[in-house]
Structures are given as C-alpha cells and as structure tokens.
C-alpha cells in the first residue's frame, strides 16, 4: 500500500535528510510532506527544504512554514513559484482566526495550497525573549471561521487537537474542508488515545476517510508510529479503501496530486 507521511520534519541534525530518507525506504513510505519550523524547534528552515525536495523531487514534498504575525502573504506566493506545495503553520502572534490574517489564507486557497495548522498546546524546545505565543490562539475552533469563509482551501487540523480531541473531530466531521492528522510523539497524547481508543472521538461512520497519515516525530521515531497507526486501523476495522485514503490517497487528492481517490 502506498504510504505518504503527510507531516515531517526537517531537524537540524547531521546527516538528518539522509537518515530520513533512509527510514522511508525501509519503512516503505513513498513521500513526505517536509517543512523547517526554524532554531526555536531545533530545525533546519524553508531554504533548506527547498533544497531538500530540489535534490528529491520523488520523495519529498515541500511544505512551507509560515508564522502568521510574521510571515507576508508574498511570501507564499514565492514558495509557490519555488515549488512548494503546501503550508505548515504554528505560533500565531495572534488567534489564527484572527482577521488580518485572512489574505493570508485566502493566498492560500487561490494557490490551491492546503494547509496544515498546528493545534494544541506547543511547547518550544529552543524558545528565546522574543517569542510569545499562546496555544489558545491554536485552538481547533478557531479554524472553523477559516474553514466557512475559505470552503475551497483545505485545511489539516495537526494532532487531532492533542487535548482538544473532541472539538477537532467534530470539526472535520462538520466541515468538508476540514481533516486532521494523528501524529505526535509516541509517549505525547497518543498513549491517551490508544489508553481510550480513538472511537471515542472519531466514532462515525467515515470518520477515518478524514485523516491523513503523518509522524511529526524524528526519523528513529517513524517505525513505531507507522506501526501504531498499522494496528489501530486494524484494531477499529477500518477497510481497504479508507486505509488507501488514510496512508496516501486523501494528502494527495488534497496537494492536488490525483484526480480521486
Ligand atoms: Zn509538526
């Protein structure tokens, strides 16, 4: 089955590209979605990634990170014009659903880029004076707004909320344009989730058509979310056809990359 990891990171380790790619081969993961989130989580940055899927064009996917507050709108129109496909967003100096932030979104959606929203609390590993944030500004609610006023821009909600689990769920069960992933940390909130089981969330018919595969995690990582994911679609049934969507079909039907799926 063909498998895209829908949320990598670009670490700022040696050899971190190499040992990535490496682990995909092993693993069987065709492509991933790559993005730099920059020194405050100890990560390379977007000029990096671009090289990355430059030198990788089959196996890499860029995505770009944008800081709302922060990053301009042109901004994304280059990343575009440079070969970027999709956006991930975290640490918003105000509420994503904030108004001076729609043409940034609205950019987004003309540029049929979906975007992947960090949601939940976010701790920076390398944090410095200058940033200040609040993960309420990240909560799952606040990209309903987005999701009404932009219903051609497709969004992926990171991490089913981490803790606002039953607000991200119900969202992508409400809105068409809305998905999520359920990548983190192994030890992080996915012990919650295998400790209450996903059904409790995610209890509808279909509900796992509206996920979309991703690790978030360091490469060494990769194996044991991959296999977690593996034993949970067993564990809840889960068909053929939305285990195709899950692992690749719906990422690429949402980069544009198939006709359907
Ligand atoms: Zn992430």
Known sequence: MLIIDAHAHY????????????????????????????????????????????????????SYY?????????EIQEAYNDGFKMLKVTIPTKPYNHKSFYPLWEMAEKLKMPILFHTGIVTIPNPSKEISYSSWDMHPMRLEPIANNFNKLNIIIAHLGVHWNNEAAELIRMRPNVYSDITGEPDGWRVRADRIGLRKWLWWEGAFKKLVFGTDVHYSKIPDNLNQDKNWLIQYNIDKTTQKLYFANNILNLLGMIENG
Do not use: W
């Not at 944008?66 to 042109?74: E, K, M, R």
């Open 11 to 62: 670490l700022d380790e040696p050899h971190y590209l190499k040992n990535l790619l490496k682990t995909m081969e092993i693993n069987e993961i065709e492509k991933c979605c790559l993005s730099g989130l920059g020194e405050k989580f100890f990560c390379r940055n977007n000029s990096d990634v671009k090289r990355a899927f430059k030198m990788n064009p089959d196996k890499i996917i860029g």
């Open 66 to 74: 944008i800081q709302p507050g922060v990053s301009g709108i042109d």
